[in-house]
Each structure stands twice: as C-alpha cells, then as structure tokens.
C-alpha cells in the first residue's frame, strides 16, 4: 500500500511558539490531504481537508488562522501550530489520498505535540 | 446529521469466540462505509469497505440500510485481532468516523 510519512514523530515546545508538521507522500502522488486531531481515548477529529494548490478547507469550529495548512505540492501539505498553548497539545494525523479513490486515505503515523 | 456510532468502547473476547464489532450510522444520501483498524504502535489503515464486499482477515461486514447499520464480523477471532477498529462513513469528500471499539482477544 501507499506509505505517507509525518515529521516530526514527537515535538516539545514551549506556550507561545510555532510548530510545523510536515505530511508527506512517499510514493505515489496525493492530490487531497488530510488533517486529523486525536484526543485521548476519542475519535479522529478531521480538522481540515487540503489539495494540491489551492486553500484548505477547515471544519466547523478550526481557527484557520491559528492551524494554518499547506499543500505545495503532490506529495508535501504542513500544518503549522501558531502561537501554541496547552490546550493544543494532542495527536495530529496526516491522511493522503489520490486522484480517483479520494475515500481510501493512508495515514501517516502521527505527530505527538506537547505545549509546555 | 451524518454521523457515525460505534456503541461499544471496549470488546473482549477469548481466542476462537465469535466478534461482532457494532456500528450504526446516519446520514441522508447513499452511504459509503468502511472499517479502519489500528494494531498497537502502528497507523490507522483500511480493513475493508462495504462496496467491494471482501472478506479481509477473515472480517467481513455487511451493510444493512434498512437497520443503517455495517457491523464487523468474525466467525473466530484470533489473539492478533486485539486492536482499535473504527467504523467510517463517506460525506461528499470526506470521512466520518466513530468514536473506535477496542478489541482485545485473550488467549
């Protein structure tokens, strides 16, 4: 199967810094990416749809400016943290998808944020 | 509303025990369904989905509209079962997905 990769696994930062996620597609090319937040022993909370080249499109309730996403590229999309609090701090998970089977995601492993 | 519900937060069984992992949705057009599962340390992948009628692992689920609901099931479960299974609805251009059944099967 398709293999996305995140970076980092794991980030440390303190209140009030910026932090960038990094999504990518190792081998094939992702025309839609998604967002995904996880809360402790809760569901995936999708937080914002991206594809290639134009503006995301973010659920109800996800400040845009404060989660600000990127996808450049086919194979790249970044989530940036900005001005990040505490209450930030959980499981942020990349999905990627094609161009035909958009509904068949490949997650990437997750980026475990804590906001000191 | 479009939402998916996976009633149950924890299954256990023992090795060789029937499974049945509940999922009940709502949604207004024709549905699309899947189950995703997560083994422990690992990333969230597809198990199957209900289009193409496949039997994954010995899993299959069927989707019922009359009761809305895509229920997976295993005639025997084995103890490398034991993982998160989240059931999963297609809205326009995206998923929806429960609030996942941890399965754990004792030997």
């Known amino acids: 199967g398709a293999v996305v990769s995140q970076h980092p696994s794991r980030v440390i930062c303190k209140s009030g810094t910026s932090v960038k996620i990094e999504c990518r597609s190792l081998?094939?090319?992702?025309?839609?990416m998604f967002w995904y937040r996880q809360f402790p022993k809760k569901s995936l909370m999708l937080m914002a749809t991206?594809?290639?080249?134009?503006?995301?499109?973010?659920e109800q309730g996800v400040e845009k400016d404060k989660f600000l996403i990127n996808h450049a590229s086919l194979t790249l999309s970044t989530l940036t943290v900005t001005s990040a609090h505490p209450e930030d701090s959980s499981f942020y998970i990349c999905s990627a998808s094609g161009r035909e089977d958009w509904y068949e995601q490949f997650f990437g492993p997750g980026t475990r944020l804590t906001v000191l | 509303a479009q939402r998916v519900t996976q009633p149950e937060k924890l299954l256990s069984v023992f090795k060789g025990a029937p499974v049945e992992l509940k999922c009940n949705y709502s949604?207004?057009?024709?549905?699309?369904l899947f189950w995703y599962v997560q083994y422990s340390r690992q990333r969230l992948q597809l198990l199957l989905r209900?289009?193409s009628r496949e039997s994954i692992k010995g899993f299959t689920a069927d989707l019922n509209k009359g009761e809305t609901s895509f229920h997976l099931k295993k005639p025997f479960a084995q103890e490398e079962d034991s993982a998160m299974y989240y059931c999963a609805l297609t809205a326009t251009d995206k998923l929806i997905f429960g609030t996942g059944t941890r399965l754990q099967v004792f030997p």
């Open positions: 949604y207004s057009g024709s549905p699309e």
């Open positions: 991206s594809n290639e080249g134009s503006k995301a499109t973010y």
């Open positions: 209900h289009i």
């Open positions: 081998d094939f090319q992702a025309t839609t």
